[in-house]
């Protein structure tokens, strides 16, 4: 998919402002994107016009009432079940790791709803983020997609076949980082950290995010995730099911922990189903 640099624009202003309640004013969006004073004002009055946004008597932007019938039409796309909250909290408890639950599109998966509990999700994976739907993202419904798309996913990474075999057999997708990683890891985090901070930086953040995924999610087979062996696990994900049985959702765990012995797998494995099964039971539903 080819980007539009207009619309990136667009969608960091809107993404900035619901990041500032107070509001900001058009040279303190120009200065936090990277924009000229004039494309900064272009894309607010684009967006003053349908109400999107709202300009104050003090001049400064906010996101306006324009936007309530967007977020309707969202909850109405996207039903989280009433415990979806809670379920996510108590897994989190009970793994001691960072919960995410996300819609799995077409071209790219949506956290939905997170969860750090006693550990922590990984920089830059909030509520609303987006990332490109190519491995790890979207392994756990990917095996019952159009076959189409499942070659479109493991093109990204043919490795990543056998957890597509791994999730029909488990119900869960496993991944370890890569082998030579270890060091790399905290510092890409500590980077995506850095960016989050730095709004017009969503081309490279993005770009530091594929390379976190790339080092962190090389697939399991059924064979070793069964094992007797203490094995490291980055990731776990298991599908949600919507009200007619297709898995639409991606519940997602993340120990990201070097060593895992094969009882406490086995533990992660039955808490992350279970929770996963919880939720479908509930919803998530899509018309």
Known sequence: ???????????????LLAAAPRGLSVSEVAARLDLNRSTATAVLAALEAPGWVLRGPDRLYTLGAGLLAVADAVRARVRLPAAAAEVLAELATRVGCGVALSLVGVDQVVFVAVEPGPGRVP???EVGTRLPLRPPAGAAV???????????????????AP?????RAHGVAAWRPRRDATELLPVL??????????PGRAELRARVLDQLAAISAHAYTDAE??????????????????????????????????????TERRDYITELRTAAERLSVAGPSLP
């Open 163 to 167: 957890v597509l075999d791994t999730i």
């Open 225 to 262: 995730l069964t094992s007797d062996r203490t094995l490291p696990l980055s990731y776990l994900a298991a599908p949600v099911r919507d009200a007619h049985g297709r898995p639409t959702h991606e519940l997602q765990i993340g120990p990201l922990r070097a060593a895992v012995g094969p």
């Open 189 to 198: 985090r500590d980077v995506v950290g850095l960016l989050d901070e730095h």
């Open 1 to 15: 998919m080819v980007a539009s640099p207009p619309t990136e624009r667009v969608v960091a202003v809107v993404e």
């Open 142 to 160: 990917m095996p019952w997609r159009p076959a189409a798309e499942r070659t479109a996913w493991l093109a990204h990474a043919p490795e990543s």
């Open 123 to 125: 920089a830059g994976i």
